[in-house]
């Protein structure tokens, strides 16, 4: 199983970019996917999650800006990010469980100037 991110970038404030998180080599089913973000000399925090049926959990951070959704027939997931702001800056990480094992993307950077 791979997870593969895309649509990272730069973008001014108030901004928005769309990431990507395509799963390949999947045997089963995606279950709980999310997306974590690690911006320089921090730990790797949790930015959003979406579980098999579709409910979601945000962190307060990015409430109201951020949209995390996923289509099961293609086995993707999407990270909306409107109104950026500077402190959205970091490295975003696909993280999944996918039929009883976890899995990580390799990362896409989002940086985002003032």
């Known amino acids: 199983v791979q997870l593969v991110e895309s649509g990272g970038g730069l973008a001014q404030a108030g901004g928005s970019l769309r990431l990507s998180c395509a799963a390949s080599?999947?045997?089963?089913?995606?279950?709980?996917m999310a997306w974590y973000r690690q911006a320089a000399g921090k730990q790797r925090e949790l930015v959003a999650v979406?579980?098999?049926?579709?409910?979601?959990n945000y962190a307060d951070s990015v409430k109201g800006r951020f949209t995390i959704s996923r289509d099961n027939a293609r086995n993707t997931v999407y990270l909306q990010m409107n109104s950026l702001k500077p402190e959205d800056t970091a490295a975003y990480y696909c993280?999944?469980?996918?039929?009883?094992?976890?899995?990580w993307g390799q990362g896409t950077q989002v940086t985002v100037s003032e």
């Open positions: 993280n999944g469980d996918i039929a009883s094992n976890n899995y």
């Open positions: 080599g999947i045997i089963g089913s995606m279950n709980n």
């Open positions: 979406i579980r098999r049926f579709g409910t979601t």
